[in-house]
């Protein structure tokens, strides 16, 4: 094991791509506040990599050197006003201006200060004890946003938050076992007041306990040890953040919004280094929930664009969240008062035995089999009671995968004994879990086959692809025929898709400037998995706030500024930015540098054993070789050395 500091390199030696080091972020913001654009007024939303164009990257790839750059996002208490900030790391400012009607995402600090607020309120305090809770620090409280209609007296514009609350009956008791229904503060966050207190319904909060730490439950079953080892190393190498491993080229990058990210990836075909993609990253998770009771139906949280979800981002532990030879990857984040907090063991990286990677026994007995390995590159956060896992493997047939995993504890609520309860399942007497989706939005900047091309990016063209079968007749004499259609998409309004099982659906994007050994434009398809369709109507809030759910398919003309597809600054947005507005235009995808949105999820009808903690639930799509290489890369695959006959 050994842990690569995000050490203080200022100089242009650090890659262009690189996650914004704990130096560089202390040095910009240090600038920023000796020039006065920063100062007692403000927080610091979010602090993000300003990445390189294309064309700057492949000058940096030429030996030029790039000046790095971040963009600050600062909230003004003052005025509630959120500006964005563009400053190089050496402190100089390149632009800054105000963002017209956008709201900030949550911060830590105000989430602490809205707690304490409604922990001090004589209202709330009374109405625990009403509940027979009479000591307040034995409540739990969280702080989400409003993520369905405000309610109509505190729709003025001001930014609000409101705090389910559960009670913590002993220190290390799952409080989610207990919740508080019925009960909210809800605070102004500019004003740090709480404007309202909702105490609706007296349902008794349930009491049968949920422990899952193995303090309280002894688990015991066992297993005998299993060890990874590999005595001559890894197989991988990483040079800053720069990765190589098999054939496969990329840099890890990070950023305090989205998390993980994976840029610049390439493959060693045969000694030509051929680009596959430029940025890929998980640009969006919502959670709308789908629970009509009270306080439960606001549950509507943009985990991304709302919270940050890189700055909730776990220290791992080794043998545990990642199992062998780990390299460790350090991130930094800057807190709203401009304190830069590093991430000790991030993102960890290692490969992975995956079963065979393809096998044949000829009819003279030869056996040929390869082992399949992959290589891991992973982070998990914990926001409130949900983890969530984001998984990147490479594949030695040319494969990426994404995987998130879904774990932690599901959201919880009380209700009376015996009731129906229609959108919630009940896990315990009186404790009910609500129905709810998890969807995700994945920002794919693919650069099929780039070369030379690199620097203006890389025109691509995405196809849809069906299998389907003639009528019975002349094209279909014996009824088993099928055949596949091939569907260019040529503007974004053809290409808002949805996936179709029954058509065996999938996605090609395809290089038509570059043919492979049989004519045909070389590419990679876009394989969805287990994934879902929302059940919020279209015209809901949040149907309205996160109308990118409605398609799993999204195909844009790349654009730097279109990053997250339900907008900037959803927190209390009425809706309807991002992909919705930008397609609106219709704009020509065919042969440009294009970015494909893929959409998926889960729809989580909560079972009893996701309870006290849910086990992992996975979700993710596979981007696979589709006529790129001339045959399967995983041929050149040495045997194992010890000969598997
Ligand atoms: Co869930």
């Not at 164009?53 to 600062?74: D, I, N, P, W, Y």
């Not at 990070?254 to 075909?269: P, S, Y």
């Not at 800057?334 to 590093?342: L, S, Y």
Request: charged residues 25%; proline residues 6%.
């Amino acid at each position: 094991m050994s842990a690569v500091a995000a050490g203080a390199d200022l100089s242009s030696r650090a890659h262009p791509l690189d996650p914004l080091s704990k130096g560089e972020l202390e040095s910009l913001i240090a600038g920023l506040r000796d020039q006065g654009v920063i100062d007692q007024r403000h927080l610091i939303a979010v602090v993000q990599l300003e990445e390189p164009s294309k064309a700057t990257l492949a000058r940096f790839r030429l030996g030029e050197s790039v000046e790095r750059a971040a963009r600050v996002t600062l909230l003004d208490r003052s005025s509630g006003e959120v500006s964005e900030v563009v400053v190089t790391v050496s402190g100089r400012v390149v632009s800054n201006r105000i963002i017209a009607g956008a709201k900030a995402p949550i911060l830590s600090t105000e989430s602490e200060m809205a707690i304490a607020a409604a922990k001090r309120d004589a209202r709330v305090i009374e109405a625990l004890r009403s509940r027979g809770i009479t000591d307040v620090e034995t409540v739990r409280m969280e702080t989400w946003p409003i993520g369905a209609q405000i309610p109509k007296y505190l729709d003025d514009g001001r930014r609000i938050i409101w705090t389910p609350m559960w009670h913590q009956p002993t220190p290390a008791a799952n409080f989610y076992a207990h919740p508080i229904s019925g009960l909210h503060a809800i605070v102004d966050l500019d004003s740090g007041e709480v404007v309202a207190v909702e105490n609706e319904q007296q349902i008794a909060v349930p009491q049968t306990p949920g422990p899952y730490r193995q303090s309280q439950t002894g688990a015991g079953v066992a297993l005998k040890p299993l060890e990874i080892k590999q005595p001559a190393g890894v197989s991988f190498s990483i040079d800053g953040h720069s990765v190589k491993w098999e054939r496969w080229n990329f840099n890890i990058g990070f950023c305090q919004r989205e998390g993980l990210v994976i840029h610049d990836v390439w493959f060693d075909d045969a000694g030509e280094m051929r680009k596959i993609a430029h940025r890929m990253s998980i640009a969006e998770l919502v959670i709308p929930y789908g629970d009509p009771s009270q306080g439960a139906y606001r549950k509507n949280a943009f985990d991304t664009g709302e919270f940050g979800l890189g700055n909730y981002t776990n220290s791992l532990t080794l043998g545990c969240d990642c199992l062998g030879e780990i390299v460790y990857l350090d991130v930094a984040v800057a807190t709203p008062n401009g304190i830069v907090r590093e991430i000790k063991n991030a993102i960890c990286t290692h490969e992975e035995d995956f079963g065979i990677l393809w096998k044949h026994v000829d009819v003279d007995g030869n056996v040929e089999v390869r082992r399949g390995r992959r290589l891991v590159v992973s982070s998990i956060v914990t926001i409130n009671n949900y983890e969530y896992g984001y998984f990147w493997y490479f594949y030695q047939d040319g494969s990426i995968e994404f995987e998130a995993k879904l774990t932690g504890i599901v959201l919880t609520l009380a209700d009376h004994l015996g009731t129906e309860h229609g959108s919630a399942t009940e896990l315990e007497p009186g404790l009910w879990a609500p129905y709810h989706q998890h969807i995700l939005c994945a920002r794919l900047d693919l650069d099929i086959d780039g070369g030379a091309d690199e620097a203006a990016g890389v025109r691509n063209t995405v196809v849809e692809v069906d299998s389907f079968a003639h009528e019975m007749g002349p094209k279909n004499v014996y009824g088993g025929a099928y055949e596949t259609s091939e569907k260019v998409l040529r503007r974004e309004g053809e290409a808002r898709r949805v996936v179709d099982p029954f058509k065996s659906r999938f996605w090609k994007i395809i290089n038509p400037g570059r043919k492979n050994h049989i004519g045909k434009p070389v590419g990679y398809k876009l394989l969805s998995g287990h994934t879902t369709y929302p059940l919020a109507k279209p015209e809901s809030r949040i149907g309205r706030r996160a109308g990118f759910m409605y398609h799993h398919l999204w195909v844009t003309p790349n654009r730097a500024d279109e990053r997250y597809p339900a907008g900037d600054y959803p927190y209390q947005h009425p809706g309807g930015a991002g992909l919705p507005e930008w397609t609106r235009a219709d704009r020509e995808i065919e042969n440009t540098d294009v970015v494909l949105w893929h959409v998926f999820g889960t729809n989580h009808i909560p079972r009893a054993e996701d309870w006290p903690v849910m086990p992992v639930e996975r979700t993710g799509f596979h981007l696979k070789p589709s006529g790129f290489f001339s045959r399967n890369p995983g041929i050149d695959v040495a045997p194992a050395p010890k000969a598997c006959h």
